[in-house]
C-alpha cells in the first residue's frame, strides 16, 4: 500500500502568500502608529504655536493699538509660533485682527524646510500612497478693559487723580482726608470726597476686596482710617515684593460720581485702574504695622506722614492675565485684561 503525501512546495506557497499579507497589514499598523504619531507631535507644536502667537499679539494690540506689532503683518507672530515649533519652523496661515472689538485669531501651519505649506511628509504612509498630510492649528485671544470682577483691595479713587497721571508719576492717594489730599482733586469737605465718606467700598466677607460692576453703584463701607479687615494677607503679600525690589500691582476702582455721607455714600465706579503700590500708612495694625514705606527714604516727597492715610504709587499701562474680569472696550486708565477664546 502506498501512503500519500501533502506537497512540501504547495505549504510553502501558502505561507509565503499569508506572510506577504501579513507585512501588508504590519506595514500598516507601522504607518499608523509612526506616521500618526508624528502628526499629533506636530499638530500639539502647532497650537501651542498659535496659543502663544494669539496671546502675543493681543498683548501688543493691548499696550498700544497704533504699534507696528498690533498688525496682521506683525512679526510677533510667527517668532512666537516658531519658537514652540521644535525645528524652528511653522507656517502662519493667517492673522485675523479686529482692533475694534478687541479679538485676534492666529492659524498656522506645518512647515518643512523646503517642503510645501502646511504639509507634513509622512514615511511608512508612503507605501500606502500616502506621501504628505495637512496639519494646522488655531487660536483666538481678546483683549479689553475690566467692567466687572474682583477688586483686591476695597477702596476707590477720584477719577481725577487719574486723568492725566497715567505715567508712571508718583502720586499720593488719600483716604481719610486732610491736607495731605492731592491738590486740584474734586475732593469735598476737608479733603474728603464727601461730607465723613472716604472712598472705602463694600467687601466680600471674609476677604479684604470686593466685587466691582461698572453698571451698579458701589456703597462705602466704613468712614475710619484704620487698614480695612481681612487684608493682613494682601498687605504681607505686598510688602514681600516691595523688599524684594519689585512693585506690585492692583487694579483699583475709579468712580467719576459720589453722593450721600459717611458709611451711606455711594460712588459711582466708571473704570479700574493699575496701580503700582510703593508705599502706604493706615491706622489700627494688628499683625501687620499699618505704616508700610511711607517716609521719603522710599516715596521721596509723597511721603505719608502725621495724620496722613493713604497710599502711594503710580498709575501706569499694565497689561494682565486675569481669567475673573468680564471684559468691555479699552478705557484710557491703564488696565487690560488679555485672554484666550478658543
Known amino acids: 500500500m502506498r501512503r500519500l503525501r501533502k506537497s512540501s512546495d504547495s505549504e510553502r506557497g501558502t505561507v509565503s ?11 500598516g499598523f507601522t504607518a499608523l502608529v509612526v506616521d500618526v504619531g508624528m502628526l499629533y507631535a506636530e499638530k500639539a507644536q502647532l497650537q501651542n504655536g498659535a496659543d502663544a502667537a494669539a496671546l502675543a499679539l493681543a498683548q501688543e494690540c ?22 514652540n515649533a521644535n525645528d524652528g519652523l511653522s507656517n502662519i496661515q493667517s492673522v485675523q485682527l479686529n482692533k475694534s472689538a478687541g479679538t485676534v485669531t492666529v492659524t498656522t501651519g506645518a512647515q518643512q524646510t523646503g517642503g510645501e505649506a502646511n504639509m507634513v511628509s509622512l514615511f511608512f504612509a508612503r507605501i ?23 477688586i483686591i483691595f476695597p477702596a476707590a479713587f477720584s477719577v481725577c487723580q487719574v486723568e492725566g497721571r497715567v505715567d508712571g508719576g508718583l502720586q499720593r492717594l488719600g483716604l481719610h482726608g486732610g491736607s495731605y489730599a492731592n491738590p486740584g482733586c474734586n475732593y469735598g469737605p476737608s479733603g474728603a470726597p464727601v461730607p465723613g465718606g472716604f472712598g472705602w467700598l463694600a467687601q466680600i466677607e471674609g476677604q479684604c476686596g470686593g466685587y466691582i460692576d ?9 468712614t ?21 525690589g519689585r512693585r506690585p500691582t492692583v487694579l483699583l476702582p475709579v468712580f467719576n460720581q459720589v453722593s450721600g455721607t459717611g458709611a451711606g455714600a455711594v ?6 485702574a493699575a496701580f503700582e503700590v510703593a508705599g502706604w500708612k493706615f491706622s489700627g ?9 511711607n517716609t521719603s527714604t522710599h516715596v521721596g516727597s509723597q511721603a505719608c506722614t502725621g495724620d496722613c492715610r493713604g497710599i502711594i504709587g503710580s498709575f501706569v499701562r499694565y497689561v494682565s492675565l486675569d481669567e475673573g474680569h468680564i471684559l468691555g472696550p479699552v478705557n484710557p486708565y491703564g488696565a487690560t485684561v488679555v485672554r484666550m477664546t478658543h
Open 17 to 27: 502568500v499569508m506572510t506577504a499579507l501579513l507585512l501588508v497589514a504590519l506595514l
Open 62 to 83: 493691548a499696550r498700544n493699538l497704533a504699534s507696528t506689532s498690533c498688525a496682521t503683518v506683525s512679526p510677533v507672530a510667527a517668532t512666537y509660533a516658531n519658537t
Open 128 to 150: 500606502m500612497g500616502f506621501d504628505s498630510a495637512e496639519v494646522g492649528a488655531r487660536a483666538g485671544a481678546q483683549w479689553g478693559s475690566p467692567k466687572a470682577g474682583p
Open 214 to 222: 461698572l453698571l451698579v453703584q458701589e456703597g462705602g463701607s466704613s
Open 224 to 244: 475710619g482710617n484704620n487698614e480695612p479687615p481681612n487684608c493682613t494677607t494682601v498687605f504681607n503679600k505686598w510688602s514681600t515684593e516691595l523688599n524684594a
Open 267 to 272: 460712588y459711582k465706579i466708571s473704570s479700574f
Open 285 to 293: 495694625g494688628t499683625s501687620l504695622p499699618s505704616v508700610f514705606r
